[in-house]
């Protein structure tokens, strides 16, 4: 009877000391240095982008959902897929973007801290909750626009001074809000309503760090896609590229901006965005690294 019980007690001890061995200890708590960030060129997936300030910044195109895991941006935040945050793989970071779902009209603003989607089939990738309110579908693309809030942007680079001067914060989770828009030609829009809580007033100068979940309604205007291959300032430059594009149907479309005449490299409309993509991939392979999918 001794030695059982002294058994006992000796695999009882083992066991509690084979789990404090393998116990591992908590993952370290990230701490972001949020700064301002531009970069060099960078190559993704085999595609190079070139990043640039771009504070007037108005294109359509694709939006994807972010996957990223867990860690930092580029800009030095902590990554939060709960947060109205989003990549886009050109312009200074961060930066305010306001993005209009165009397939049901809904907008928000969202704060760009991050680089990517590595695709060039993709203008920006959302975080979850940003594609959430903007109802993405369920596999993660929609057509939409993007504009820039120059204001905004420009006051978040002030807010920087020049380097990671700034603290991530969490601030209470703000009210979802829509605004009712009149047909074109007929007023005003109507006054906005709340969806799910108390509106929100943007009040004082600085940019929250963590941006309020307001949602804007607008027309939904789902337009064509369309591939555009390139902008030049001579018609034979961008007829030599349509022609390379004969496959699929390019044409060269003219253009005036002010003074200056431009000639578009086009091809499509495509019904679907699976068949933008494949038409992408075509161009791309055809050397034509320009080619980007819009919506018109």
Same mark, same amino acid.
């Given at each position: 009877?001794?030695?059982?019980?002294?058994?006992?007690?000796?695999?009882?001890?083992?066991?509690?000391?084979?789990?404090?061995?393998?116990?591992?200890?908590?993952?370290?708590?990230?701490?972001?240095?949020?700064?301002?960030?531009?970069?060099?060129?960078?190559?993704?997936?085999?595609?190079?982008?070139?990043?640039?300030?771009?504070?007037?910044?108005?294109?359509?195109?694709?939006?994807?959902?972010?996957?990223?895991?867990?860690?930092?941006?580029?800009?030095?935040?902590?990554?939060?897929?709960?947060?109205?945050?989003?990549?886009? %793989? #050109?312009? @200074?970071?961060? $930066?305010? +973007?306001?993005?209009?779902?165009? /397939?049901?009209? &809904?907008?928000?603003?969202?704060?760009?801290?991050?680089?990517?989607?590595?695709?060039?089939?993709?203008?920006?990738?959302?975080?979850?909750?940003?594609?959430?309110?903007?109802?993405?579908?369920?596999?993660?693309?929609?057509?939409?626009?993007?504009?820039?809030?120059?204001?905004?942007?420009?006051?978040?680079?002030?807010?920087?001074?020049?380097?990671?001067?700034?603290?991530?914060?969490?601030?209470?989770?703000?009210?979802?809000?829509?605004?009712?828009?009149?047909?074109?030609?007929?007023?005003?829009?109507?006054?906005?309503?709340?969806?799910?809580?108390? %509106? #929100?007033? @943007?009040?004082? $100068?600085? +940019?929250?760090?963590?941006?309020? /979940?307001?949602? &804007?309604?607008?027309?939904?205007?789902?337009?064509?896609?369309?591939?555009?291959?390139?902008?030049?300032?001579?018609?034979?430059?961008?007829?030599?590229?349509?022609?390379?594009?004969?496959?699929?149907?390019?044409?060269?479309?003219?253009?005036?901006?002010?003074?200056?005449?431009?000639?578009?490299?086009?091809?499509?409309?495509?019904?679907?965005?699976?068949?933008?993509?494949?038409?992408?991939?075509?161009?791309?392979?055809?050397?034509?690294?320009?080619?980007?999918?819009?919506?018109?």
């Amino acid at each position: 009877m001794i030695d059982l019980h002294r058994a006992a007690i000796f695999l009882l001890s083992a066991l509690g000391l084979s789990g404090c061995l393998h116990r591992r200890p908590p993952p370290p708590v990230l701490s972001g240095h949020p700064h301002y960030e531009l970069g060099a060129p960078y190559q993704a997936d085999g595609y190079w982008f070139y990043p640039s300030e771009a504070y007037t910044l108005d294109e359509t195109g694709v939006a994807a959902v972010d996957t990223g895991t867990a860690g930092l941006t580029a800009d030095g935040e902590v990554r939060d897929q709960m947060a109205l945050t989003a990549a886009m %793989q #050109t312009i @200074q970071l961060p $930066a305010i +973007v306001d993005v209009t779902n165009l /397939e049901n009209g &809904r907008q928000i603003s969202v704060r760009v801290n991050d680089r990517g989607p590595a695709s060039p089939g993709r203008v920006i990738a959302v975080s979850p909750r940003a594609a959430l309110l903007l109802a993405m579908p369920a596999g993660g693309a929609a057509r939409v626009r993007l504009r820039i809030d120059e204001q905004l942007s420009h006051r978040l680079v002030e807010q920087m001074g020049g380097g990671p001067k700034l603290t991530i914060a969490a601030v209470p989770q703000a009210a979802i809000t829509a605004q009712a828009l009149p047909p074109p030609g007929q007023g005003q829009a109507g006054p906005a309503q709340t969806i799910g809580g108390v %509106q #929100t007033e @943007q009040t004082g $100068a600085r +940019v929250p760090d963590r941006l309020p /979940e307001q949602i &804007r309604m607008t027309y939904a205007n789902p337009g064509q896609l369309v591939l555009q291959c390139g902008v030049f300032g001579r018609f034979t430059y961008a007829n030599a590229v349509a022609a390379r594009l004969s496959g699929l149907g390019a044409s060269v479309v003219s253009s005036r901006d002010g003074r200056q005449r431009n000639y578009v490299v086009q091809a499509g409309p495509y019904p679907t965005i699976a068949r933008a993509d494949a038409a992408l991939d075509q161009a791309l392979r055809a050397g034509v690294i320009d080619a980007r999918i819009t919506v018109q």
